[in-house]
């Protein structure tokens, strides 16, 4: 049996809509039903096996008005639930967080309350900095499973595919064994800017060696981000061979290649530029990019063990843009406690 509560007061919220029978109601899900409040602009939902909410299956899970239902999933069978929904008539999480959060769900990953708030304020900040509308694909490894961590940040596209083994924790995303990959199925060739591309990888651990983080290279041209341990951290972004070179002691933290002409390219780190040269771009790579290798003809090679706590793809950007992007970053990962 499924049973429902009323709503409760909290800060912003009202305490109708009230909570109106379940219906349904199948071995691991049912549908939450409720009355629908004048002004609420979104629903936040309660689910628990306890009658009193001491803990927590679904936590503030938000529903966009006018919408005033929502199929609850991935239940045991054999046992009660209780729900119980509020109203807020302002806007609690921006949209495109929330389809994130969305989308995470349906691939039946799951994302913490602390998580949310950290991607939320992660996308209202880069929108503000105007970094969001360059971003192609952005993985925050958050949710410590495969089916959050492929999720695309930016979008339904990109999804990623993990191969081989990976661990997967609330500090990141690690491959663990020979082959190990995740294909973001991003297409450098058919998204991508000639002149205008960036890649990130933030690094939490130190590397195995000679390795590249994220890139894809044809025979002719490509693009990479490869950081050596206490050796060289290597930038090329659309260039047919030549890279950026930095003597790098420390293989820890957010690394950015960008370029954003067609003979410029620099190489970011922590929020300062490194590397700078004038290197003519040649030609995208008809490839899928790879993270945690190199994309390479069709190979995975160069695989890498550096645990990944964020990775993107999009336009160049400016150095002030390229400075922001960290600050928000490293934001985003220290309210994870997974900052280095």
Same mark, same amino acid.
């Given at each position: 049996? =499924?049973?429902?509560?009323?709503? =409760?007061?909290?800060?912003? =919220? ?28 979104? %629903?936040?939902?309660? @689910? $628990?096996?306890?009658?009193? /909410?001491?803990?927590?299956? !679904? ?13 609850? =999933?991935?239940?045991? +069978?054999?046992?009660? #639930?209780? %729900? ?57 490894? @958050? ?26 924790? $609330?500090?990141?995303? @690690? ?12 297409n450098q060739s ?39 341990? +206490?050796?060289?951290?290597? /930038? ?6 030549? %890279?950026?070179? #930095? ?28 590397a700078s040269g ?10 899928? @990019? !790879? ?10 090679? !160069? ?7 964020? +990775? ?13 992007? #960290? ?13 280095v």
């Amino acid at each position: 049996m =499924i049973l429902a509560t009323h709503g =409760i007061v909290a800060s912003q =919220i009202v305490t109708v809509p009230v909570a109106t029978a379940a219906t349904g109601i199948g071995q691991t899900s049912f549908t939450a039903n409720w009355n629908a409040y004048t002004g609420a602009v979104v %629903y936040l939902l309660d @689910v $628990s096996t306890s009658p009193t /909410f001491d803990t927590f299956i !679904y936590e503030d899970q938000q529903v966009n008005a006018p919408t005033t239902s929502y199929v609850v =999933i991935g239940l045991n +069978s054999n046992t009660t #639930y209780y %729900y119980r929904v509020r109203a807020s008539t302002e806007a609690l999480t921006d949209p495109d967080a929330q389809a994130f959060f969305d989308r995470v769900t349906t691939a039946g990953g799951s994302l913490s309350t602390t998580e949310q708030d950290a991607v939320n304020t992660l996308v209202v900040q880069m929108k503000t900095d105007g970094i969001w509308s360059k971003m192609k694909a952005i993985y925050p490894m @958050v949710g410590a499973s495969a089916a959050a961590c492929a999720q695309n940040l930016k979008s339904s596209s990109f999804t990623g595919t993990f191969n081989g083994s990976w661990t997967f924790a $609330s500090t990141g995303a @690690v491959p663990t064994a020979s082959g190990a990959y995740m294909n973001t199925n991003l297409n450098q060739s058919l998204v991508s800017n000639l002149d205008s591309t960036h890649l990130s990888y933030y690094s939490r651990t130190t590397s195995n060696g000679t390795e590249v983080e994220i890139g894809a290279q044809s025979s002719t041209n490509g693009s990479l981000i490869e950081i050596r341990t +206490s050796g060289t951290t290597y /930038f090329r972004i659309n260039s047919p061979g030549s %890279y950026l070179t #930095y003597s790098d002691s420390d293989s820890k933290g957010f690394y950015v290649g960008n370029r954003t002409a067609s003979n410029v390219i620099n190489g970011w780190k922590n929020g300062t530029k490194i590397a700078s040269g004038t290197i003519a771009s040649s030609a995208l790579p008809n490839l899928n @990019v !790879y993270i945690g290798a190199f994309h390479e003809n069709g190979n995975a090679n !160069y695989r890498t063990t550096k645990e990944c706590a964020l +990775s993107s793809i999009g336009d160049g950007l400016t150095d002030a843009e390229a400075s922001d992007f #960290y600050n928000s970053v490293q934001a985003f990962n220290t309210t994870l406690s997974r900052q280095v």
